[in-house]
């Protein structure tokens, strides 16, 4: 099928669909139930950067902007850009020791819902099986189909098999290569590098100096095509559950081709009989069309329409970086809790090694929130808000990429989940004493009751008395080194 075939069925089946492509149609989309009680999901950044695993999964681009540090590393161990260039290290992209199943066990003993591997990155590397871009783990470097290998592993396991294509960006991305003597100038590789259309609007993102033009750069009529069929490619080859976009498609220029992937996405899921969504960030689409996503940062209170956080458990880059940082599980499990809290959920990113293989120190992170989860999730899964967030003096600084530094909560922070007449109380930092809540209080007759409070830690009624300040639960000294979960029972 042609680019201009698939345009025409695109059409075709929005016009014989539910969902047409305007905001009114696509308006009131319903959050998927097992997005919404799962909660949890992983998210895996993993791709030909992984090979020189240095700066982070933009090396793509770093390598050749002559301002960044990655530059001086490429020449000091690849050699020069225009005879080592980014497309040499898909011979070294091997992933010999890649197996799906063995990573489903591990984002299933996590107690993740769902997974969502980056199908291609903003270096146009398709990591599945596509007709659209010969460049892809299908038929050079790994030589299989990596996407279909997780969707695979992920109906075995019983999780739900999503998305995430960064194709918008790859507009511009290589762009730095036009500047200097590389292999990004040269037309045999154009379909790999693709336009690498330079401005010096978009050129500021890479230094972090991004300014009010870095949008305002629109792509080309052909590129936007392209892109809207390849989008909708890979949505009927592989059915994913959710699809993800990262920044780009906020420019305006995607607006009218948005609306139709949105309505053709969810068409096709009307046809399958399955929940979807999809994931998105600033203002590229409106409330109740989409899942709005925050970008390694959080909300500050309540939100009214169901969010998502998709943060890494790397400090410092999504894909493998060898020597990058890692949150601990307690930083991870807290950052949980409080996005739930707020009617939220956490996508979680992992950077597997080049050859396959996920790095001890995720590993050991995703085996100990699994350990958590497996006493604790009744309070995470399948739960609401509850009338407040939470108390007490802690709580995030609202808007993208803050959540690096671990918060600093103490014994007095709470927050809350609600379902079916239980909240459930997080102490974010226990430390062995008896428990006050003050929103637990108990000031005049028509305060609702409490019947009973269980810890989930040891599965203990706790005795408890309310005043007109505050609910204290006697915790007979239970410590512990991650958020205690005091399951309430109300009337």
Known sequence: MTVNDYLRQIDEVNANGKYKDNWQSLSGHKTPDWYYQGKFGIFIHWGIYSVPAFGSEWYSRSMYDTNVR???????????????????????????????????????????????????????????????????????????????????????????????????????????????????????????????????????????????????????????????????????????????????????????????????????????????????????????????????????????????????IGKHSWGYRADNEYKNARQIICDLIDIVSKNGMLLLNVGPKSDGTITDEETAVLTEIGEWMAVNGEGIYGTTFWQQFGEGEVNNEGGFFKDNEEKQFTAKDFRFTYKNSFVYAFQMRPDGSDVKIKAFHKRNPHDFLVREVTLLANGEHLAFERNDDEMVIHTNGYQSDKPLCFKIEIE
Request: contains cysteine; charged residues 25%; negative net charge.
């Open 70 to 312: 990655e530059y001086e590393y490429h020449l000091k161990t690849y050699g020069k850009q225009s005879e080592f260039g980014y497309k040499d290290f898909i011979p070294l992209f091997k992933g010999e020791k890649f197996n799906a199943d063995e990573w489903l066990a591990l984002f299933k003993k996590a107690g993740a819902k769902f997974v969502m591997p980056v199908c291609e990155h903003h270096d146009g590397f398709a990591m599945y099986d596509t007709a659209f871009n010969r460049w892809n783990a299908k038929e050079m470097g790994p030589k299989r189909n990596i996407a279909g290998e997780i969707k695979a592993a992920c109906e075995k396991a019983g999780l739900q098999f999503c998305a995430s294509t960064h194709r918008a960006e790859h507009y511009f991305f290589m762009n730095p290569g036009r500047l200097i003597d590389s292999d990004v100038n040269d037309d045999a590789y154009r379909n790999f590098y693709g336009p690498a259309y330079y401005c010096p609007e978009l050129d500021g993102r890479v230094m972090g100096k991004t300014t009010e033009d870095t949008y305002a750069v629109g792509a080309s009529t052909e590129w936007l095509e392209d892109w809207m069929v390849r989008t909708c490619e890979l949505i009927d080859r592989y059915q994913p559950s959710s699809l993800y976009f990262d920044w780009w498609i906020h420019n305006h220029t995607f607006k009218p081709y948005l609306k139709k992937i949105a309505a053709y996405y969810y068409n096709r899921a009307e046809e399958w009989g399955k929940e979807v969504t999809i994931n998105y960030k600033h203002q590229a689409f409106p409330p109740t069309v989409a899942t709005f996503d925050v970008e390694r940062g959080a909300l500050t209170g309540i939100s009214p329409i169901p969010w998502q956080t998709d943060t890494a």
